[in-house]
């Protein structure tokens, strides 16, 4: 059975749109735990353009299940996290002009760079994981950083333009996980998840945790958060046919 992570970027989007105190991100995490989230995600990006410094170490001091920072492999960003401690850092990659995140974290062009940010964060002991595309080569070079965990990018599942597509994503996305599985990683997924597309993401047996955030965002404006968090737990713990 999968964990829910629940991203809560884009409450503080919503706030940075008129630099204001409110909606807090803080709030929101509170309002997803008693929604059932296990997890609570944040990306930490580098222009500040959501999440800011204060809610991080806000937020290390209040969440009560899982704090999961996303973060470049950045070293004002590392430096960050080695202060405030989550429970675990998810390297992803960062782009200045793009909406959101475009694609898994390219380890194998930028090993040095990332194996010196994990080497950082494991002697700290927080928990690493990389968010990269289901590819063998970007698995394969996970497994030789030692990271303990990966989270696959969902995007082109999501994204695809028919069932035929979407269905050729999902198995190349089974494919990775199990692959990963095999060699011991903990797998996660994410990234453009939605009510009507995560239950066959769920299914799929080694996935561990999924972290979706802009779609229960968008619930909970209608809603409220803690019930935008019930309802996206039940599809992703089942039950399943």
């Given at each position: 059975?999968?964990?829910?992570?629940?991203?809560?970027?884009?409450?503080?989007?919503?706030?940075?749109?008129?630099?204001?105190?409110?909606?807090?991100?803080?709030?929101?995490?509170?309002?997803?735990?008693?929604?059932?989230?296990?997890?609570?995600?944040?990306?930490?990006?580098?222009?500040?353009?959501?999440?800011?410094?204060?809610?991080?170490?806000?937020?290390?001091?209040?969440?009560?299940?899982?704090?999961?920072?996303?973060?470049?492999?950045?070293?004002?960003?590392?430096?960050?996290?080695?202060?405030?401690?989550?429970?675990?850092?998810?390297?992803?990659?960062?782009?200045?002009?793009?909406?959101?995140?475009?694609?898994?974290?390219?380890?194998?062009?930028?090993?040095?760079?990332?194996?010196?940010?994990?080497?950082?964060?494991?002697?700290?002991?927080?928990?690493?994981?990389?968010?990269?595309?289901?590819?063998?080569?970007?698995?394969?070079?996970?497994?030789?950083?030692?990271?303990?965990?990966?989270?696959?990018?969902?995007?082109?599942?999501?994204?695809a333009s028919d069932e035929s597509a979407q269905l050729k994503e999902l198995e190349t996305l089974r494919a990775g996980a199990n692959t990963a599985s095999k060699e011991g990683l903990?797998?996660?997924?994410?990234?453009?998840?939605?009510?009507?597309?995560?239950?066959?993401?769920?299914?799929?047996?080694?996935?561990?945790?999924?972290?979706?955030?802009?779609?229960?965002?968008?619930?909970?404006?209608?809603?409220?958060?803690?019930?935008?968090?019930?309802?996206?737990?039940?599809?992703?713990?089942?039950?399943?046919?």
């Amino acid at each position: 059975m999968a964990r829910l992570g629940v991203n809560i970027d884009h409450v503080a989007t919503v706030r940075q749109a008129r630099r204001t105190v409110e909606p807090d991100p803080v709030w929101a995490a509170a309002l997803a735990e008693l929604g059932g989230a296990d997890v609570i995600t944040l990306h930490l990006r580098e222009d500040r353009r959501h999440i800011q410094d204060r809610d991080v170490r806000v937020l290390r001091q209040t969440v009560q299940v899982k704090l999961n920072l996303e973060m470049a492999a950045a070293d004002e960003i590392t430096a960050i996290a080695l202060e405030v401690r989550p429970d675990q850092c998810t390297l992803v990659p960062e782009k200045r002009q793009e909406v959101t995140t475009e694609g898994g974290l390219d380890v194998v062009a930028n090993r040095d760079r990332v194996s010196e940010c994990v080497q950082k964060l494991h002697d700290a002991g927080i928990e690493v994981s990389l968010f990269i595309d289901a590819e063998t080569s970007q698995i394969d070079a996970a497994i030789d950083l030692g990271v303990r965990a990966i989270e696959l990018h969902t995007g082109r599942y999501a994204d695809a333009s028919d069932e035929s597509a979407q269905l050729k994503e999902l198995e190349t996305l089974r494919a990775g996980a199990n692959t990963a599985s095999k060699e011991g990683l903990l797998v996660h997924m994410g990234h453009g998840l939605t009510y009507r597309n995560v239950v066959p993401v769920a299914r799929i047996a080694p996935v561990s945790e999924l972290n979706i955030g802009h779609s229960i965002v968008a619930r909970a404006m209608m809603v409220g958060f803690s019930q935008a968090v019930r309802e996206m737990k039940q599809l992703v713990i089942g039950p399943f046919d």
